[in-house]
T-cell receptor
Framework: DTTVKQNPRYKLARVGKPVNLICSQTMNHDTMYWYQKKPNQAPKLLLFYYDKILNREADTFEKFQSSRPNNSFCSLYIGSAGLEYSAMYLC?????????????FGEGSRLIVV | GDSVTQTEGLVTLTEGLPVMLNCTYQTIYSNPFLFWYVQHLNESPRLLLKSFTDNKRTEHQGFHATLHKSSSSFHLQKSSAQLSDSALYYCALSSNNRIFFGDGTQLVVKP
């Protein structure tokens, strides 16, 4: 089973309100990633967990938080949503962080901020 | 910093014609891994093929690509397009435990 599941699939949020997106995988992968995808743009890496170690990208460091309570689950938290957060959020997992590891993606969580 | 460039946003061609999607990359690391991911409508991206070895052709499901470090390129090719090849194709680069994607090329194959 190579399934990565994301919840919710769709989220409508008000400006200034928090948003929490959930991802789970059953492949016992030690690395989980969150990407932000906007139309006609490349998926942008926000952060990733290798085991319990969180790595956040420098330019999104303060905008997104994450937790990984166990190997299977990873969340993405936005404390105060702004209009610019409207996007598709893709979760992915891989076995390790070695350069050649394949990413397995979930179906995405579409966030619309109004 | 690391980056991936896909010059074509949209490629439209007729079934049976050859496919070539361009990908070039920039990285300070001498041994990058390059990938092609494909995303069909209403599906999540999945790996199509990947390569680490310079000048070695990699093939999968009729597609092939060769990593050329001298030109920092990893173009995706197929000899004969099929209708089912219509999808969004991402070139990606792995370096320093991070994977960076290009903007993607939408391939539309018409009868």
């Amino acid at each position: 089973d190579t399934t990565v599941k994301q919840n919710p699939r769709y989220k409508l949020a008000r400006v200034g309100k928090p948003v929490n997106l959930i991802c789970s995988q059953t492949m016992n992968h030690d690395t989980m990633y969150w990407y932000q995808k906007k139309p006609n743009q490349a998926p942008k890496l926000l952060l990733f967990y290798y085991d319990k170690i969180l790595n956040r990208e420098a330019d999104t460091f303060e905008k997104f938080q994450s937790s990984r309570p166990n190997n299977s689950f990873c969340s993405l938290y936005i404390g105060s949503a702004g209009l610019e957060y409207s996007a598709m959020y893709l979760c992915a997992s891989s076995a390790g962080t070695g350069s050649g590891n394949t990413l397995y993606f979930g179906e995405g969580s579409r966030l619309i901020v109004v | 910093g690391d980056s991936v460039t896909q010059t074509e946003g949209l490629v439209t061609l007729t079934e049976g014609l050859p496919v070539m999607l361009n990908c070039t990359y920039q990285t300070i690391y001498s041994n990058p891994f390059l990938f092609w991911y494909v995303q069909h409508l209403n599906e999540s991206p999945r790996l199509l093929l990947k390569s680490f070895t310079d000048n070695k052709r990699t093939e999968h499901q009729g597609f092939h690509a060769t990593l050329h470090k001298s030109s920092s390129s990893f173009h995706l090719q197929k000899s004969s397009a099929q209708l089912s090849d219509s999808a969004l194709y991402y070139c990606a680069l792995s370096s320093n435990n991070r994977i960076f994607f290009g903007d993607g090329t939408q391939l539309v194959v018409k009868p």
